[in-house]
T-cell receptor, first 118, second 110 residues
Framework: GAVVSQHPSWVICKSGTSVKIECRSL??????MFWYRQFPKQSLMLMAT???????TYEQGVEKDKFLINHASLTLSTLTVTSAHPEDSSFYIC????WGKGPTTEAFFGQGTRLTVV | GEDVEQSLFLSVREGDSSVINCTYT??????LYWYKQEPGAGLQLLTY?????DMKQDQRLTVLLNKKDKHLSLRIADTQTGDSAIYFC??????????FGSGTRLSIRP
């Protein structure tokens, strides 16, 4: 199946700094990628939809100036958490949209990034 | 709004069957999914079922769907230590419309 690689797997940063997380499709091109956030013992919540060559679409309640998304190529989307605060500590996971064998698209997920802001 | 609920923990003995249950609210979902997340890894699609099906079997995995009650279950036969993971139930219509449950942590005891 399609492989999605996310980097880094974990990161610790100081409060006030920015952190960039990469999501790469390794063996296919992904026009659309998705960024999710997962709090402990909670479900994955969609943050935004990343579209290659255009602006990302953010879900309600997600600050676009805080969570900057860039999808500059068909194999890479980045999420930058700007001016990180401890409440931004979470597990961030990306997925790429692929047309599968069925009538609709499938999602392939990266391994996730655990961000800890101290 | 749309919601998917599942219990947080399940513990089973090695060799027994595991049954993970899930309820959902959006009756218009095309697909119901089961994802597996191992420590340090991303989500792996285990199996999925079309909303117009009642059952799907794939080797040790059996998915049952009760559309009337909006209830989905995943049965893992002959549970092994390698099955230890978090299992996410999800509903959706495409890659862009997937609603996840909070995940059930399956632990295997000897």
């Amino acid at each position: 199946g399609a492989v999605v690689s996310q980097h880094p797997s974990w990161v610790i940063c100081k409060s006030g700094t920015s952190v960039k997380i990469e999501c790469r499709s390794l063996d296919f091109q992904a026009t659309t990628m998705f960024w999710y956030r997962q709090f402990p013992k909670q479900s994955l919540m969609l943050m935004a939809t990343s579209n290659e060559g255009s602006k990302a679409t953010y879900e309600q309640g997600v600050e676009k100036d805080k969570f900057l998304i860039n999808h500059a190529s068909l194999t890479l989307s980045t999420l930058t958490v700007t001016s990180a605060h401890p409440e931004d500590s979470s597990f961030y996971i990306c997925s790429a949209e692929v047309w599968g064998k069925g009538p609709t698209t499938e999602a392939f997920f990266g391994q996730g990034t655990r961000l800890t802001v101290v | 709004g749309e919601d998917v609920e599942q219990s947080l923990f399940l513990s089973v003995r090695e060799g027994d069957s595991s049954v993970i249950n899930c309820t959902y609210t959006d009756s218009s979902s095309t697909y119901l999914y089961w994802y597996k997340q191992e420590p340090g890894a991303g989500l792996q699609l285990l199996t999925y079922i079309f909303s117009n099906m009642d059952m799907k079997q794939d080797q040790r995995l059996t998915v049952l769907l009760n559309k009337k009650d909006k209830h989905l279950s995943l049965r893992i036969a002959d549970t092994q230590t390698g099955d230890s993971a978090i299992y996410f139930c999800a509903e959706g219509s495409s890659a862009s419309k997937i609603i996840f449950g909070s995940g059930t942590r399956l632990s295997i005891r000897p």
